[in-house]
């Protein structure tokens, strides 16, 4: 008996999701260039998940990650409209309830994406969860999305606004539960990642590659937020921090897109060598600069040109060193086919150089190619 396909593979359902996703992103940009907010590019970053769930769905109709994006792009665009609606009717001399109006659908709809921003992470790679952990964590998400959803729209809105049709006491409740659910966002994301950690250890082949590329964006998201909110704190998360929120979060589904659609998949190693390396040798190569510049001027007692100089060329004789010597030492580590491939061609190079041969190594030749690159067709050209 033939498996029925999923409603959503139906061709007339990915055209209506194409059309409400251009819709919605037109709409907001010229919402945005009206209200004269300078977030047209928080909007450009977050509008990435949209397209990228699109062509998911496109490529595989039977997968359910590819509405899933979808929508969490869709609502990822819901996230400014109400604050912005909500300045366009000022300028039109709207009436309070009607401002308040789009902001409590702003907080709603924030809210729900939120928490289907964890859900689709918990699905991935294959739409379901494969864990109990991540069972209770996708039940848990789904009921934090209902909580944030109802108290977004129930919540009083930001601003001397009174809530259109709840009471007051209500409202004022309603507010203090979606604050709660928020901060409760916080937590339940690092669980999260953590328990896709935990699934990428435990997996094999394939899965598991796709889980690296999960993990590494999801590490650097983590990264970026501790750094974030450790140094700026929420009060000084202004629309630039916004800006690059999005950008980092728009990550997560390119990774997701790579891993699905198998597209470079293997290319992870290498990513996530070079990020090691060169974190590292910026770390270092600051040490260089900044311990002289800051600890000889404190024993001299004053400020010097020449130490900051020093300091500098100090820094621009090393870097190069410096990095070939963290990168191979990352690479033996994170990126071990490339390191291993470096190390045979070397070892024939030294050698042939050595014991020159009279016949070309051809049959070596072609195998090291081969074990290293793995392509489907291996030719070889001979000067006559």
Same mark, same amino acid.
């Given at each position: 008996?033939? $498996?029925?396909?999923?409603?959503?593979?139906?061709?007339?359902?990915?055209? *209506?999701? +194409? !059309? =409400? &996703? %251009? /819709?919605?992103?037109?709409?907001?940009?010229?919402?945005?260039?009206?209200?004269?907010?300078?977030?047209?590019?928080?909007?450009?970053?977050?509008?990435?998940?949209?397209?990228?769930?699109?062509?998911?769905?496109?490529? $595989?109709?039977?997968?359910?990650?590819?509405?899933?994006?979808?929508?969490? *792009?869709? +609502? !990822? =665009? &819901? %996230? /400014?409209?109400?604050?912005?609606?909500?300045?366009?009717?000022?300028?039109?001399?709207?009436?309070?309830?009607?401002?308040?109006?789009?902001?409590?659908?702003?907080?709603?709809?924030?809210?729900?994406?939120?928490?289907?921003?964890?859900?689709?992470?918990?699905?991935?790679?294959?739409?379901?969860?494969?864990?109990?952990?991540?069972?209770?964590?996708?039940?848990?998400?789904?009921?934090?999305?209902?909580?944030?959803?109802?108290?977004?729209?129930?919540?009083?809105?930001?601003?001397?606004?009174?809530?259109?049709?709840?009471?007051?006491?209500?409202?004022?409740?309603?507010?203090?539960?979606?604050?709660?659910?928020?901060?409760?966002?916080?937590?339940?994301?690092?669980?999260?990642?953590?328990?896709?950690?935990?699934?990428?250890?435990?997996?094999?082949?394939?899965?598991?590659?796709?889980?690296?590329?999960?993990?590494?964006?999801?590490?650097?998201?983590?990264?970026?937020?501790?750094?974030?909110?450790?140094?700026?704190?929420?009060?000084?998360?202004?629309?630039?921090?916004?800006?690059?929120?999005?950008?980092?979060?728009?990550?997560?589904?390119?990774?997701?897109?790579?891993?699905?659609?198998?597209?470079?998949?293997?290319?992870?190693?290498?990513?996530?060598?070079?990020?090691?390396?060169?974190?590292?040798?910026?770390?270092?190569?600051?040490?260089?600069?900044?311990?002289?510049?800051?600890?000889?001027?404190?024993?001299?007692?004053?400020?010097?040109?020449?130490?900051?100089?020093?300091?500098?060329?100090?820094?621009?004789?090393?870097?190069?060193?410096?990095?070939?010597?963290?990168?191979?030492?990352?690479?033996?580590?994170?990126?071990?086919?490339?390191?291993?491939?470096?190390?045979?061609?070397?070892?024939?190079?030294?050698?042939?150089?050595?014991?020159?041969?009279?016949?070309?190594?051809?049959?070596?030749?072609?195998?090291?190619?081969?074990?290293?690159?793995?392509?489907?067709?291996?030719?070889?050209?001979?000067?006559?």
């Amino acid at each position: 008996m033939e $498996k029925a396909s999923p409603w959503w593979s139906k061709k007339w359902v990915w055209w *209506g999701a +194409l !059309s =409400l &996703s %251009v /819709v919605a992103l037109v709409g907001l940009l010229v919402l945005t260039l009206t209200s004269g907010n300078a977030a047209i590019a928080y909007v450009v970053a977050s509008g990435i998940w949209a397209p990228l769930g699109l062509m998911i769905w496109y490529r $595989k109709p039977d997968h359910p990650m590819g509405p899933l994006i979808t929508m969490v *792009g869709l +609502l !990822s =665009l &819901s %996230v /400014v409209p109400g604050f912005l609606m909500g300045a366009v009717f000022e300028q039109f001399e709207a009436t309070l309830p009607q401002r308040a109006w789009p902001m409590i659908f702003g907080l709603a709809l924030s809210g729900a994406y939120t928490y289907l921003f964890l859900i689709a992470i918990l699905l991935f790679p294959d739409g379901r969860p494969t864990t109990t952990t991540q069972r209770g964590l996708t039940w848990l998400s789904v009921l934090g999305l209902g909580i944030a959803t109802v108290s977004g729209f129930l919540s009083e809105p930001l601003g001397p606004l009174p809530h259109p049709f709840a009471p007051a006491d209500l409202a004022a409740t309603a507010r203090s539960v979606y604050d709660f659910m928020v901060e409760a966002y916080g937590f339940v994301l690092l669980a999260v990642i953590v328990s896709k950690y935990v699934d990428y250890r435990k997996s094999q082949s394939i899965r598991r590659t796709q889980l690296k590329w999960l993990v590494y964006v999801l590490g650097v998201y983590l990264v970026f937020t501790i750094v974030t909110f450790g140094v700026i704190g929420t009060e000084g998360f202004n629309l630039t921090g916004l800006i690059l929120d999005a950008m980092f979060t728009g990550l997560i589904p390119l990774a997701m897109t790579i891993a699905i659609l198998r597209y470079r998949l293997y290319e992870i190693d290498r990513l996530v060598s070079r990020t090691v390396s060169y974190a590292v040798v910026v770390i270092i190569i600051a040490a260089v600069f900044a311990v002289p510049v800051i600890l000889i001027p404190t024993a001299m007692g004053g400020s010097s040109d020449l130490v900051v100089a020093g300091a500098t060329l100090a820094a621009a004789a090393v870097f190069n060193p410096l990095r070939r010597s963290i990168q191979n030492r990352v690479d033996m580590r994170f990126n071990r086919p490339r390191y291993d491939a470096a190390r045979e061609i070397e070892e024939l190079a030294t050698r042939l150089n050595t014991s020159p041969a009279t016949e070309p190594p051809v049959g070596e030749t072609i195998g090291l190619v081969t074990r290293i690159f793995e392509p489907t067709i291996v030719g070889v050209w001979l000067r006559g």
